[in-house]
C-alpha cells in the first residue's frame, strides 16, 4: 500500500512538473495579453499600403 502511495506521489510530481510550462503559455494565451500588439501591427500593415498603385 506504501508503494502505491510513492507511486501515485511520483507520477503526480511529474505530470506537474513536466505540464507546468504548457500551463504557463496556455494562461498567457487565454489572457489574450498579446491582442494589443497584434491589433497594432494589423492596423500599420493595413494603413501602410501601396500608394504608388493606381
Known amino acids: 500500500m506504501g508503494a502505491l502511495i510513492v507511486v501515485v ?15 504557463h503559455v496556455l494562461s498567457d494565451l487565454m489572457e489574450l495579453s498579446f491582442l494589443p500588439w497584434v491589433l497594432l501591427a494589423l492596423g500599420i500593415w493595413l494603413l501602410a499600403g501601396n500608394a ?3
Do not use: D, H
Not at 511520483?10 to 500551463?23: D, G, H, R
Open 9 to 23: 506521489a511520483v507520477s503526480v510530481a511529474v505530470f506537474y512538473w513536466t505540464m507546468e510550462p504548457l500551463l
Open 52 to 54: 504608388a498603385r493606381n
